[in-house]
Nanobody, 127 residues
Framework: VQLQASGGGLVQAGGSLRLSCAASGFTSDVYNIGWFRQAPGKEREGVSYISMSDGSTFYAASVKGRFKIPRHYARNTVYLQMNSLKPEDTPTYYC?????????????????????WGQGTQVTVSS
């Protein structure tokens, strides 16, 4: 399994970006994609999640209402639409994947659940 994250860049506060995560190596839709972010010196935190088998999505409280994984996505590519960006949304974003059906609500933020990780893509939000 390989993951390729892209779409990061520089944007002003209040602006939007769309990140992409292209997943290869999955032979069915029974897998999950998680988006995480990590600022220098801080722990990695879960941002959002989607179950590819049933389309269920979860979001961190800090991004709920601003970030969205669009319902329509290309096969094996998951997007993270980020709107109303704030300077605190700045860190490096990673996508991660795991095989299997939907995770329970409390589990999607746990890094250990995801054995596959892509390289990060940097998002910088200027104030």
């Amino acid at each position: 399994v390989q993951l390729q994250a892209s779409g990061g860049g520089l944007v002003q506060a209040g602006g939007s970006l769309r990140l992409s995560c292209a997943a290869s190596g999955f032979t069915s839709d029974v897998y999950n994609i998680g988006w995480f972010r990590q600022a220098p010196g801080k722990e990695r935190e879960g941002v959002s999640y989607i179950s590819m088998s049933d389309g269920s999505t979860f979001y961190a409280a800090s991004v709920k209402g601003r970030f969205k994984i669009p319902r329509h996505y290309a096969r094996n590519t998951v997007y993270l639409q980020m709107n109303s960006l704030k300077p605190e949304d700045t860190p490096t974003y990673y996508c991660a994947a795991r095989r299997g059906y939907r995770l329970v609500l409390s589990a999607w933020v746990e890094e250990k659940r995801y054995p596959h990780w892509g390289q990060g893509t940097q998002v910088t939000v200027s104030s």
